[in-house]
């Protein structure tokens, strides 16, 4: 079994959404369930059908979070250090062509959220990162089209 890198926070975080899936979206959906029931014919019950629905999306939902927590390997991001970049890295990158500057963490699969700058140890940009540290340059091949950044800093916290 391939072990799945997760960060403290990753992990605790997908924690309390299994919790919440099932001591709240569960029973929700079971009592929406009986309702449609109630209301008769399961063949042409459209509220019947939608909630089904639901719990199985929620059920695939627990059991691909459950799956990565029992495979997580626990990386403490504090006690990272060093100047190459690695799982747990905060990086910052200026896009050679726009100037933009970019900061990303890397961190595991199921915890990257680009809207909080959290990108998945598996993404193209992260396995082009990997080993690099400051003052490189990283060409990185992107369904847009290559991007080349620079690595301006390299910090783990």
């Known amino acids: 079994m391939e072990k799945a890198p997760m960060t403290a926070d990753g992990y605790a975080t997908a924690e309390a959404e ?3 899936l099932k001591t709240v979206e569960r029973p929700r959906i079971i009592a929406a369930i009986a309702e449609a029931r109630a209301h ?3 063949s042409e019950n ?3 059908h939608a909630a089904k629905e639901e719990q199985g999306m929620t059920e695939a939902r627990v059991n691909h979070l459950e799956d990565q ?5 626990v ?5 990272l250090s060093g100047s190459q970049i690695k799982f747990g890295a905060t990086v910052t990158l200026i896009d050679e062509d ?4 970019v900061q990303y963490q890397i961190v595991g699969e199921i915890e990257s959220d680009l809207k909080e700058k959290k990108i998945s140890i598996a993404s193209p940009i ?3 990162l990997i080993g690099k540290s400051k003052g490189d340059t990283v060409e990185v091949s992107t369904p847009g ?3 080349c950044y620079e690595v301006l800093t390299v910090k783990f916290s």
């Open 126 to 128: 992260a396995r082009a």
């Open 18 to 20: 299994v919790k919440h």
């Open 69 to 73: 927590l029992s495979r997580a390997e």
């Open 75 to 79: 990386i403490d991001v504090s006690k």
């Open 40 to 42: 008769g014919d399961l």
């Open 98 to 101: 726009t100037e933009k500057k």
């Open 46 to 48: 459209a509220e019947y």
């Open 145 to 147: 089209g290559g991007k």
